[in-house]
């Protein structure tokens, strides 16, 4: 019973192991885009709430971030994909 129950353990753990890594190289591919909080279409409007003479405050409220964040957007730092 031992054996059995070690070898399922085993299992369980490579398996576990096979998925990190999987998960892994799937955000290598992708880059950063999964762990982004704001849609591309959220950032275009951010882009558009600037022309429009907003803050970088009251945009950055607005959207529930950081200046600092909007800033990076809008200085072509970040998001560089999304037009």
Same mark, same amino acid.
């Given at each position: 019973m031992v054996d059995r129950?070690?070898?399922?353990?085993? @299992?369980?753990?490579?398996?576990?192991? $096979?998925?990190? !890594? %999987?998960e892994r190289k799937a955000r290598r591919l992708i880059g950063s885009r999964k762990l982004r909080k704001l849609t591309d279409t959220q950032v275009r409007e951010i882009r558009k709430?600037? @022309?429009?003479?907003?803050?970088?405050? $009251?945009?950055? !409220? %607005?959207?529930?971030?950081?200046?600092?964040?909007?800033?990076?957007i809008l200085n072509g730092n970040t998001y560089k994909d999304v037009t």
């Open positions: 129950v070690s070898i399922d353990w085993e @299992k369980h753990v490579r398996e576990v192991r $096979e998925k990190e !890594i %999987a709430a600037r @022309k429009k003479k907003y803050t970088y405050k $009251e945009i950055a !409220i %607005a959207y529930g971030v950081t200046i600092n964040v909007i800033r990076q």
